[in-house]
């Protein structure tokens, strides 16, 4: 597999997480999702679920198996959040690294191509979930509202570094790729 088909997201939403729609999930006939962690769910210095995310996922639950899979070793930080979510967790993932989302897959008991992969990085989340042949969905971070605003510098040079390997990361309000396999 190329760089540019590594790195290019199946799905990019315009705004965080909460975007991804029933319609969306239902659109792209995903049976379950994998859900990165810091930044994809909750701002990475807050350890438990906004009420918005908990209302999203009572609001996807009955269309999708889901499970979180982070990279964050601090076991109370990602259970405490995993708690107020009421779903099954790995962490320690050292995304792009297949071996924590294979073992997700293999407990929602799904074929990788009817989940979702869905975080805010490039080089983790889109990697992996597109190494294991999985719907790769790429998501804005979400940032706790009380910081001053926010540059990613990491997340804009993965991008940088993605379009000049020739995928196209350009935010668009749904960008879709692979419409022949929809």
Do not use: C
């Amino acid at each position: 597999m190329n760089w540019n088909k590594l790195l290019q997201p199946d799905l990019i939403l315009e705004g965080s997480i909460l975007n991804l729609t029933p319609e969306i999930i239902q659109q792209y006939q995903l049976k379950g999702l994998v859900l990165d962690v810091d930044e994809t769910l909750v701002p990475i210095t807050v350890g438990f679920a906004s009420g918005e995310l908990r209302e999203w996922i009572n609001q996807i639950r009955p269309l999708v198996k889901i499970w979180l899979v982070s990279n964050n070793i601090n076991e109370n930080r990602i259970s405490s959040i995993a708690r107020s979510l009421d779903l099954p967790y790995y962490l320690g993932a050292a995304k792009p690294s297949r071996r924590k989302i294979r073992q997700a897959l293999q407990q929602m008991e799904l074929p990788p191509n009817q989940v979702g992969m869905v975080g805010d990085r490039l080089f983790t989340d889109v990697i992996v979930g597109n190494r294991l042949d999985m719907f790769s969905i790429f998501v804005e971070p979400i940032v706790h509202p009380d910081t001053a605003i926010r540059i990613h510098p990491i997340r804009n040079i993965e991008v940088l570094i993605s379009e000049i390997l020739g995928a196209s990361i350009t935010p668009k309000k749904r960008r879709v790729t692979n419409l022949d396999e929809t």
